[in-house]
């Protein structure tokens, strides 16, 4: 249940047969299921436990009184989702699954036992942590100053490498839940911009998008724009 997780950290913190164990049972009894476009919780929500997602995709947002969405972080399989908020009473933001989710809800307590008890568990949470924010950091730069096509492009670059790191990419091609209207509330655009960019890359021959499958067709060419 937990190999995206143990393959991306072995990628850069690996650890040993007692800690995979140890988070192995950590997971026991505590998997759970959600629908697609369900939330898990809503801004304003008391602080719940934390979530390491097994299967399927989920992001977190913000909704805005107009009815629209900025999608602020996404959540694929070996992502740990509520990490950094331990020192909250509420939750300053919405969740909610993009795809059918499975995912272990774990006791914040627990998983902070599990990591004094194995260090390397815990440097490997921290690791990880420092990695998801690198990336927001990336969605900030890319929000602020790419343009519409170089923010697109930026977006399935990164759904390429993080599923491939999780060890469920194959080659350039991927799965992607998102539809059009996702990736434009990832990325401040609006449904037509998507479709519009998404048509210039296709006619330039960077990817293919069919039945929620991507495939890059030209990588480099990609990571230029």
Avoid at 45 to 71: E, M, N, T, V
Avoid at 95 to 115: F, K, N
Wanted: aromatic residues 8%; proline residues 4%; glycine residues 6%.
């Amino acid at each position: 249940m937990l190999n995206p997780l143990f393959t991306k950290l072995d990628c850069k913190m690996p650890l040993g047969q007692e800690e995979r164990a140890a988070l192995a049972g950590l997971v026991q009894s505590k998997a759970r299921r959600l629908p697609a476009r369900q939330d898990l919780y809503v801004e304003g929500d008391a602080i719940s436990p934390i979530r390491i997602i097994l299967d399927g995709w989920a992001c977190r947002y913000d909704q805005f009184a107009d009815g629209r969405r900025q999608i602020v972080e996404l959540f694929l399989p070996g992502d740990i989702l509520g990490q950094d908020c331990q020192f909250v009473e509420r939750q300053d933001h919405s969740a909610c699954s993009i795809s059918a989710l499975s995912y272990a809800l774990i006791p914040r307590s627990e998983l902070d036992a599990v990591a004094r008890q194995f260090p390397a568990i815990g440097q490997a949470l921290l690791w990880d942590s420092s990695v998801t924010a690198a990336i927001h950091r990336q969605w900030i730069r890319s929000l602020g100053r790419l343009s519409a096509t170089q923010r697109i492009a930026h977006l399935f670059w990164e759904l390429l490498y993080r599923p491939a790191r999780a060890g469920l990419a194959r080659g350039s091609t991927f799965h992607m839940p998102m539809g059009q209207r996702d990736l434009g509330d990832a990325r401040g655009l609006s449904t037509v911009q998507v479709n519009r960019t998404v048509q210039l890359l296709r006619s330039a021959g960077l990817l293919e998008w069919r039945r929620r499958v991507v495939e890059i067709s030209d990588l480099p060419r990609l990571s230029r724009i």
